[in-house]
């Protein structure tokens, strides 16, 4: 009678919820249509109503809240925010409408273009297809109209390059020169810093490029090579830049030598080593850029060196010595876009391999009525899915905030993307076997060996894991200190440590039952929902006891103790794909979009299996004390191995005589 009780209680009030936005929504069309009708009219008369000019122009400059409370940090600490069990969407047809129009041009180009045309036979992008991509805009989605930019916000920028991830090298590079380069000019930058590169960049007239990472260094800010020293010429100051940056993304084929580039150097002085940031032409003295690797289909990496190049403050981006939060926040926000790359890509194969299935017959039947490729073709489905509400989720967020904390939701999107990517790409070429080689197009043979590059995109996989867990422990331990303190010590607190055994063996009890009583999460869900969001409760509430696990079995040491963090981050990315699934789906069922249903199904399955991981990973953490858990096994291992420098397991066919 309880549940029955509940569940109506629910309805009624995702009912009433739903009945009230339909007014207000309608109530917001009828004062849009007036609007629009007026704005029609203005190719008749020029002398349009003023009013509702400014209404339209207050609906796309509407005030953004300041900062969110972090999702997956908050998990770390035992919160969980019901506002990101909401899917966002545009709030007027006016942005969806404004964003298919770039999508459909793109998307016609690419139609009516093939790869010989798009890629030269020297492997860079042909100077054709560089005149196309400014036609078309390519260059200017982010910018503001101001600086002859489309002004796309996170969510359409994202749409754009997982329709363009059909040439994953061009992705790559818009992302650079517009999710990296042009907007740390127009977040960071001066007025006149502004008016000199971003109407260039924004034309297409100019390459851009972010030069962070060093070839000894990698993205380790503490130990960057390229240093600045302040000096000062006519009572001016002045700055002399030495050293390198390499992986720097250019577009090949032209005016290389006239890119933007903006750089992070480490301060050489004794009174401070923090990170600063750059702006400057490749033109200026002392620089020079030479290409260090290309993967023949459009993507080239630069060495840009920097050789006593004098610069001044109209260089300086942002604050002195505050390039560390720049390109953090920078970074941070424009991670998530590897995983819309890897969602174009893999649409693009996806097809493909369900028109395989279907064209081909082994035993006198099709192979898409086999059972096996039936279950690797739902499996595919499934996580491009997931793939796909991780992506729009996190721009949803960047867009609603005007300085977003959305580092470990990034982070954790990019590694989910690029890894189900890999793993999906090998389903797909084992469903083909041998007729992989003559079956798929040119194009899709060379983008699958690149997948690689995707990778190891904005940071390794395994660094962006590490951060996350780091910055969740760090609020779990802050949270929780006085608690995790005194079970430390158990002979000193017996009593304490005995309460908290059975505090944690009723949260336990609380979160296994088939409706959990602990975060109450589906009671912001549709009630169709209701198994898939129980298996999201549990596994929040146990990556909660993870951390304190974790804590507790490592103490201080929990940093230097990689393992565990790693596993930490998984959890949370399952979390967060489970999260992000079940919003997209109960925003699809609540409004009655087309094939809703298959959604729900999608989620069931992505549940189901991301539950099980979770399920894994935190047994294995409470187990690793004392020397336990299979982590402390593979130690050992790993330790034989470097100790004989080799394979260390004995040859199969040896005998002890």
């Given amino acids: 009678m309880l549940k029955r009780h509940l569940l109506k209680s629910s309805i009624e009030k995702l009912g009433q919820r739903y009945f009230s936005i339909r007014i207000a929504q309608r109530q917001i069309d009828k004062n849009l249509q007036t609007a629009d009708d007026f704005e029609a009219n203005s190719h008749k008369n020029s002398s349009i109503d003023k009013s509702n000019r400014d209404f339209i122009e207050r609906l796309y400059t509407r005030p953004k809240q300041v900062r969110n409370e972090p999702f997956i940090k908050g998990l770390f600490k035992g919160e969980y925010l019901y506002d990101y069990l909401k899917f966002p969407e545009y709030e007027h047809a006016i942005f969806s409408e404004s964003l298919d129009k770039h999508v459909k041009a793109i998307q016609n180009y690419i139609k009516c273009s093939n790869y010989a045309k798009i890629i030269d036979p020297k492997g860079n992008f042909s100077l054709e297809a560089i005149s196309d991509f400014r036609s078309l805009g390519l260059f200017s989605k982010c910018a503001s109209i101001e600086y002859n930019g489309s002004e796309l916000d996170s969510t359409g920028f994202a749409r754009l390059i997982e329709e363009t991830a059909t040439y994953p090298s061009l992705a790559l590079n818009l992302i650079s020169t517009q999710a990296l380069v042009a907007k740390s000019i127009l977040t960071y930058g001066t007025k006149e810093q502004k008016d000199k590169y971003l109407p260039q960049i924004a034309r297409g007239e100019v390459n851009a490029g972010f030069c962070y990472s060093e070839i000894n260094n990698s993205s380790d800010p503490a130990n960057f090579d390229l240093l600045t020293r302040i000096g000062s010429v006519k009572n001016e100051k002045i700055y002399t830049l030495n050293g390198q940056k390499s992986w720097v993304t250019l577009l090949s084929n032209e005016n290389i030598d006239d890119a933007v580039l903006v750089t992070f150097a480490k301060s050489q002085s004794e009174m401070s080593d923090n990170l600063s940031a750059f702006v400057l032409s490749a033109k200026t003295p002392g620089v020079s850029i030479q290409k260090q690797l290309s993967n023949q289909n459009g993507l080239s990496f630069y060495q840009v060196n920097f050789k006593q190049v004098v610069l001044n403050k109209e260089n300086v981006l942002g604050e002195y010595t505050k390039g560390f939060e720049m390109s953090n926040r920078i970074l941070e926000e424009s991670r998530f876009l590897i995983g819309a790359v890897c969602i174009g890509l893999l649409k693009h194969l996806y097809k493909q391999i369900v028109d395989f299935s279907i064209r081909t017959y082994r035993f006198d039947k099709s192979i898409s009525e ?271 191995v470097l100790k004989v420098k080799d394979h260390a397991a004995t040859h199969s066919i040896s005998r002890n005589y």
């Fill in 370 to 640: 086999f059972p096996i490729v039936k279950s690797r073709l739902a499996t595919i489905e499934h996580k491009l899915y997931t793939m796909e509400s991780m992506v729009y989720l996190t721009a949803g967020i960047i867009d609603t905030y005007e300085i977003p904390d959305v580092g470990s939701e990034s982070a954790l999107t990019k590694i989910f993307c690029t890894e189900t990517l890999r793993e999906c790409a090998i389903s797909c070429l084992d469903i083909m076997a041998m007729s992989q080689f003559n079956s798929l197009d040119e194009q899709t043979k060379k983008y699958i060996s690149d997948i690689g590059y995707l990778v190891n995109a904005l940071n390794t996989n395994d660094l962006l894991r590490l951060n996350v867990a780091t910055n969740g422990l760090v609020l779990s331990g802050a949270e929780f200190g006085e608690e995790l303190s005194k079970v430390r010590n158990p002979l000193k607190y017996p009593g304490f440590v005995l309460k908290q055994i059975l505090a944690n063996h009723k949260l336990i009890r609380s979160a296994q039952k088939k409706i959990p009583e602990y975060f109450y999460l589906w009671e912001h869900v549709h009630p169709s929902l209701q198994e898939p969001v129980s298996i999201l409760e549990r596994s929040a509430v146990k990556l909660m006891m993870a951390a304190k696990s974790t804590i507790i079995n490592h103490g201080r040491e929990v940093i230097e103790n990689q393992v565990p963090l790693g596993m930490l981050a998984d959890m949370a990315m399952h979390i967060y794909a489970m999260n992000s699934a079940i919003a997209r789906a109960s925003r699809s069922y609540s409004i009655g979009l087309p094939n809703s249903q298959h959604e729900v199904a999608l989620v069931f399955v992505q549940c189901k299996e991301s539950g099980r991981v979770v399920d894994e990973l935190h047994a294995d953490i409470v187990s690793s004390r004392g020397g336990e858990g299979l982590n402390n096994t593979k130690f050992n291992i790993a330790n034989n």
